[in-house]
């Protein structure tokens, strides 16, 4: 999101879902789509029989690989080497877009200097793709009449990440792959709503509607709340730092709804230091995770099955959602439990259903601005930015202009991830999900029919490195990191799976918590940790 508010002054999907089947070409990378996103995957693999030509960027031989023009293995980390390299073949075989660079862009020069006698031969070594992959890579994009990019969190979870998704905004405008069918750059969130959670300013750095914490915004929102005095103009912290404050004995209380960090964070013993040091733990949540098991209080939510509401999906489409059965024992919706506490701590807040909620986020929002039940319930869903009760909704951003007004070029060379490896450790692991399994298995582990598909931890590991270390598929072995070890099962693969020098491990089991070895350097800006490059040592034990 701050890469892309940056480059393009909107932090969002720029295209829809339903978009991804009109370009001639699409460049996944960093996004294990059919397990991670399946059916944003399987509009990928109908595209793919349409005739898009799908070009996988991965560390992995994902499944959507099989669906794909080619699959090209880069390093985990070096993104950006590759990405500039694709940039510059691009540029020298003048297929860069100047007109759209010069009408729709600025700060482009200093990118061109970059780029233009840039090294192809050193890129490769640093990538681990061959000079005539980047090519060839490069000429399918770039002289695409219609080419999208899709992304994920093999982008962002990265020390560079801001950084790595403004190349990839680099790459879309230099080749004027914004604004029209078939486009765009493409993040694809982690979960379910996560786009409404961040529109609705579930961020320590701004307001609802990403308005930035100065004065005409505070005003605003201040006086529509009634609020004396104003709320602050400091940015609060990101969950690592929230973790690190409460350590230090910073921060005494946390309310956590909805969240599991002791098995989705990095660096596992350090996130229960501190959940430990907290004077008061609240936990909100429908099942006994375990973060509530450390909870001094334990709030028994609904599900979204339980309760009327919205969510906003990845591509900005915002749907009503509905109740269809009674909550369980003592549960109560979100909606309840917090007018019940706030009442309690003496806020006068009186919002008795749902629908009073949406009237003051299009309120306080300028995006959801023509958003309301009324509408969502007779048109089915809308897109923002939606600004008025008129505006039909907006299926792709940045069609005449940018919302930052002219697209902002940023010239990023490549520099190695912090957690490099070592004769001690020297494979690199990286995390993501499986199919079975939905993010720390709070759910998905209760469901017997899944659990028979995919019930326990595993490590990923190539055929080629399963050799040297005389590994198995099926043996116990131990993965260590420099901030721990965990044991878990190997599962080597021979044709899909990690490329040789890179182990990968599923997050979501509590019997082998990958965070537990995971690291917490952060990216400067968004301060996203580095989970996808760690360097591990693997050994078979028992």
Known sequence: M?????????????????????????????????????????????????????????PRRIRLADHAEKWFPVDPGANIALL?????????????????????????????????????????????????????????????????????????????????????????????????????????????????????????????????????????????????????????????????????????????????????????????????????????????TETAALADVVLPAASFLEKRGTFTNTDRRIRSVWPVVDSPGEALTDLEIVMRLSKLLGVDADYSTAADVMDEMSAVTPQYGGVSYRRLETEGDLRWPCPDESHPGTEILHAETFTRGLGAFVAVDFEPAPDTVTPQRPLVMTTGRHLWNFHTDTMTSRSSGLCELNAQSYVEINTVDADGLGICDGDRVEVTSKHGSVETHARVMRRKGPKPGVVFMPFHFADAPANRITGTDLDPVAKIPSLKVTSVSVRKIG
């Open 2 to 58: 701050a890469g892309l508010a940056a480059s393009f002054g909107s932090g969002a999907m720029t295209n829809s879902i339903d978009d991804l089947g009109q370009a001639d070409v699409v460049l996944v990378i960093g996004s294990n789509t059919t397990e991670a996103h399946p059916i944003i995957g399987i509009e990928l693999k109908k595209a793919a029989r349409s005739g898009t030509r799908i070009y996988v960027v991965d």
């Open 84 to 288: 500039n390299a694709v940039m510059s073949v691009i540029l020298n075989a003048g297929l860069a877009d100047e007109e759209f660079i010069a009408s729709r862009t600025e700060s482009f020069e200093p990118l061109r200097e970059l780029l233009v006698g840039y090294d192809l031969e050193k890129a490769a070594e640093t990538c681990g793709i061959s000079v005539d992959d980047i090519r060839e890579l490069a000429m399918a994009y770039g002289s695409a009449e219609r080419a999208s990019i899709v992304y994920a969190m093999g982008v962002t979870q990265h020390a560079s990440g801001t950084n790595q998704v403004r190349v990839l905004a680099n790459l879309a405008m230099m080749t004027g792959n914004i604004g029209r069918p078939g486009t765009g750059v493409n993040p694809l969130r982690g979960q379910n709503n996560v786009q409404g959670a961040c529109d609705l300013a579930c961020l320590p750095n701004c307001l609802p509607g990403y308005q930035p914490l100065s004065a005409g915004s505070l005003e605003r929102v201040c006086e529509l709340w009634e609020m004396e005095p104003e709320l602050p103009s400091v940015p609060g912290l990101t969950l690592v730092e929230m973790m690190e404050a409460a350590t230090a004995g910073e921060l005494k209380a946390m309310y956590i709804m909805g969240e599991n960090p002791v098995i989705a964070d990095p660096d596992q013993a350090h996130v229960l230091e501190a959940l430990e040091a907290l004077d008061l733990l609240v936990v909100q949540d429908i099942f006994m």
